[in-house]
């Protein structure tokens, strides 16, 4: 049984394996990427931030996947990124990845955010075709300073 809950401290090499492991299926574990992003070994302590939070879904005890809202520098009043938004692959496709992306999104309205951010890569075209599906639309250029300068997709959610 899939359970959601917020990061743990402990989760956090579980959830930089399972991260890194997805870039090198993709073949994304390049520079300007979460795949060597410093952070992403100690999730725990980045979702400390005030307005972030980070959810991690779990298969009985093993970390099957995890996302998360962060209020990425430089973005405009009012708005987040999804951001960390990784399933591992024998669990695709069963709704796992929806459950915890909206999950996410009701986080962000909780915390009075009024749009959410998030930039993705030509590769992870599944996770983009779910995110429009979630009214997420594209825009034409980055938004705030995530420092992920090779993604090339950047998208956009209302939440009024």
Request: charged share 25%; glycine share 10%.
């Amino acid at each position: 049984m899939v359970s959601l809950r917020q990061i743990e401290e402990n989760d956090n090499a579980e959830i930089a394996a399972l991260i890194r492991k997805v870039f090198r299926e993709f073949k994304i574990d390049r520079p300007g990427t979460v795949y060597f992003d410093p952070t992403t070994d100690d999730l725990f302590r980045l979702f400390q931030a005030p307005g972030s939070v980070y959810w991690i879904a779990l298969d009985g005890e093993v970390i099957i996947g995890g996302c998360g809202i962060y209020p990425t520098p430089a973005l405009p009043k009012g708005c987040a990124e999804l951001v960390k938004f990784y399933l591992a692959a024998e669990y695709r496709g069963k709704g796992i990845g929806r459950m915890l992306m909206e999950k996410s999104i009701i986080s962000a309205r909780e915390m009075g955010y009024r749009q959410i951010y998030l930039e993705s890569m030509p590769e992870l075209g599944k996770a983009i075709s779910m995110y429009e599906k979630a009214g997420f639309r594209s825009i034409n250029q980055p938004m705030g300073n995530s420092g992920h300068f090779g993604c090339d997709i950047w998208m956009l959610l209302d939440l009024q």
